[in-house]
């Protein structure tokens, strides 16, 4: 991207106030954010994230985790691990956040449809992709099989875990769960999500697949899928680097030939295959 | 009409078998099922058979003195359980416990390492194919042990 093309205003955030804040685990939680400087809402398409920026702390990149189709309740999910993110989880209803965006490619719903649509989350890679969810739910007539497959550290860590249940109480979607660790109680599945995979009863020839979560998750996942006749570039995947500017200038999230940040997050396996678990990339 | 042969024929783990062979396992084959709760095998037992998931949910499980039994990975349907039957010393090295109502395929051990022993290109496609299990099962205990989604700042 020429630095001519920059509009003047892409890196300046706008002031959002927090009017939701849910704890989702012991470590992640989610704010509904409004428009504070009279402006309209952040329209977005499934897959695209925002730069946060915490007053005072810094900035970092986040996926939205809301329904496209509702634009004007800003939904993002966050794991506090570092000093912007813990800043966030300890603010509250009517704080004030700085938003730029949205930014990057988007999951390829348009492709999906016709198609049955595989979403395979890892960890909080399920935030990512629950707009691509909405989006499915929506466009429920215009798919073939709905398959939500979601994998987790323990089942203290899972996401979401009431629409989770929800999703899986409806008939034309299924939804299947595991996780790496069990705890006393737990009478769900318990192994890898690339486990999961063969049992999930779709078609390889005409399936779309969305796969977010560790790296380490994605390519297990894709390789499995591929084993299991699905096409490389019916397969995406959501990368994750550090961004600091977020429209591709500064150059931090350099990926090979590509900037995650505005040639990604989205990528199409068949594209970023040859990169993956390339040591010091 | 569901007979045993068109079942272990069409089970992906037996696909494209030699029909002789097909007829062999039948001949070491029956239907079984297990109520919720009930363990198929215990740790350390003699593995007389393995089986064919062709429903329900079973917890491969290990017991432990100070946590109790800790699960290690659910099997379901379409799954094989069980590869301790093929490898000396013929012993199950978890306990397995259903989950819900199982229905399976047996297969005997006795009976199919004798098959497997008078004709070595049947005992070849069996070993391959259950070497392909537990190299699938290997894998996923390594993703498991790497902790993937531990949080890392």
Not at chain 1, 121 to 134: E, S
Not at chain 1, 166 to 178: H, I, M, N
Not at chain 2, 67 to 72: F, N
Not at chain 2, 132 to 149: G, N, P
């Amino acid at each position: 991207m020429a630095l001519a093309a920059v509009a003047p205003d892409v890196l300046l955030p706008r002031p959002f106030a927090i009017t939701r804040y849910v704890r989702d685990t012991h470590d992640t939680f989610t704010i509904e954010l409004e428009p504070a400087d009279g402006g309209g809402p952040i329209t977005f398409e499934p897959g695209q994230f925002n730069m946060l920026y915490a007053m005072g702390v810094g900035e970092v990149p986040i996926s939205i985790s809301g329904d496209p189709a509702k634009p004007e309740k800003l939904v993002h999910t966050i794991r506090a691990v570092g000093p912007v993110t813990k800043a966030m989880q300890a603010m509250g209803k009517g704080d004030m956040i700085g938003v730029r965006g949205p930014y990057g490619s988007a999951w390829p719903m348009e492709t999906a449809r016709g198609n049955d649509l595989l979403v395979i989350a890892g960890g909080i890679g399920l935030a990512p992709l629950r707009p691509a969810i909405y989006w499915g739910l929506a466009h429920r007539q215009e798919l073939g099989r709905l398959v939500i497959l979601y994998g987790t550290r323990t089942p203290h860590d899972m996401l979401f875990r009431k629409e989770l249940e929800k999703w899986r109480g409806r008939l034309d979607v299924s939804v299947r769960v595991t996780v790496d660790r069990a705890e006393p109680g737990w009478k769900g599945n318990v192994g890898v999500v690339t486990t999961l995979i063969p049992r999930a009863g779709f078609d390889p020839v005409d399936v779309v697949a969305l796969v977010c979560g560790p790296e380490v998750m994605m390519r297990f996942c894709a390789r499995e899928l591929v084993n299991h006749g699905v096409s490389p570039d019916r397969i995406f995947l959501s990368q994750e680097r550090n961004m600091k500017c977020g429209v591709g200038l500064c150059g931090r999230c350099q990926y090979g030939p590509t900037f995650v940040c505005k040639d990604g997050p989205v990528f199409s396996y068949e594209r970023v295959s040859p990169l993956l678990g390339k040591r010091e990339l | 009409m569901e007979t045993l042969e068109r079942i272990l024929r069409e089970h992906k783990f037996f696909r494209d078998l030699e029909p002789q062979h097909i007829e062999l396992l039948v001949g070491c084959a029956s239907n079984v099922r297990f109520s919720e709760g009930e363990f198929i095998c215990r740790e350390g037992d003699e593995a007389t058979q393995f089986f064919l998931i062709r429903a329900g949910s079973v917890a491969l499980e290990i017991n432990t003195h100070d946590r109790g039994p800790l699960v290690v990975q659910t099997l379901g349907e379409g799954d094989i359980l069980g590869w301790s039957w093929l490898i000396w010393p013929y012993k199950w090295h978890f306990d397995a416990r259903c989950l819900d109502l199982v229905r399976a395929i047996a297969l005997d051990a006795t009976c199919l390492r004798t098959k497997c022993e008078a004709d070595h290109h049947l005992g070849y496609e069996i070993l391959k194919r259950f070497g392909h299990v537990v190299v699938e099962r290997l894998e996923a205990t390594r993703l498991q042990l790497l902790d993937v989604y531990r949080v890392t700042p």
